[in-house]
């Protein structure tokens, strides 16, 4: 079945290093999703990803969506401590009817000031 | 924008007792909801997904006589889960979608429910 794989599972740095997780899927998706879990909190949207190869920012952060539509990264430049928290990638899958989404199981960024 | 509530935040309840939980979208009307489960420092596990006036679809291993899902409007969704156990406690997140069902809209999440069970 479907899956969505999600590196690295933990990632500590110090504050102004960068940061990239990595999302690799078992087939090819319609679109990529990014959600944001700050601790305590719950999931929230930060971006989709549609078309083959797309590169969108959102200030220091870069998104970008593969050729193959099967795999994505996320990059954070000069990471600052209101970055901490659990990223979440989120494919749709192409074949899917009920336009549910296959979650990676995330990556925890800690950040030391 | 889009809010998504879940209520209780917070419930703590003896073995054998059913519990339910709401989810509704504020303001907009959600033709898809989703329920996940979140185990600590875990990704989400989605237990079912439910469109408005039909039944709710599970996700293989997840019990539908445990966890029953209603949802009756466009506006709210309900998971009960019946005769909780120890092991049922888990923070569950319901997850709400505009668009046409089938669609892979955003979903936007509720704040959770901290379910424990005594």
């Known amino acids: 079945g479907q899956q969505v794989m999600q590196i690295p599972q933990y990632q500590h740095v110090q504050e102004g290093e960068d940061f990239t997780t990595y999302c690799n899927s078992s087939?090819?998706?319609?679109?990529i999703q990014w959600y944001k879990q700050r601790p305590g909190g719950h999931p929230v949207f930060l971006i989709q990803?549609?078309?083959?190869?797309e590169v969108k920012k959102q200030k220091r952060l870069t998104f970008q969506f593969g050729e193959a539509k099967k795999n994505s990264s996320l990059h954070i430049t000069a990471t600052q401590t209101t970055d901490v928290g659990t990223y979440f990638c989120?494919?749709?899958?192409?074949?899917?009817?009920?336009?549910?989404?296959?979650f990676g199981r995330g990556t925890q960024l800690t950040v030391w000031p | 924008g889009a809010v998504v509530s879940q209520h209780p935040s917070r419930v703590i309840c003896k073995s054998g007792t059913s519990v339910k939980i709401e989810c509704r979208s504020l303001?907009?009307?959600?033709?898809?909801m989703f329920w996940y489960r979140q185990f600590p420092k875990k990704s989400l596990m989605l237990m079912a997904t439910?469109?408005?006036?039909?039944?709710?679809?599970?996700e293989q291993g997840v019990e539908k006589d445990k966890f029953l899902i209603n949802h009756a409007s466009l506006t709210l969704s309900t998971l009960t889960v019946t005769s909780a156990h120890p092991e049922d406690s888990s923070f569950y997140i319901c997850?709400?979608?505009?668009?046409?069902?089938?669609?892979?809209?955003?979903?936007?999440f509720g704040p959770g429910t901290r379910l424990t069970v005594l």
């Open positions: 303001d907009f009307q959600a033709t898809t």
């Open positions: 989120a494919g749709a899958d192409r074949g899917s009817t009920l336009g549910r989404l296959y």
């Open positions: 997850s709400a979608k505009k668009g046409l069902a089938g669609s892979t809209d955003t979903q936007y």
């Open positions: 990803l549609v078309k083959s190869g």
């Open positions: 439910s469109n408005e006036g039909s039944k709710a679809t599970y």
């Open positions: 087939t090819t998706l319609s679109n």
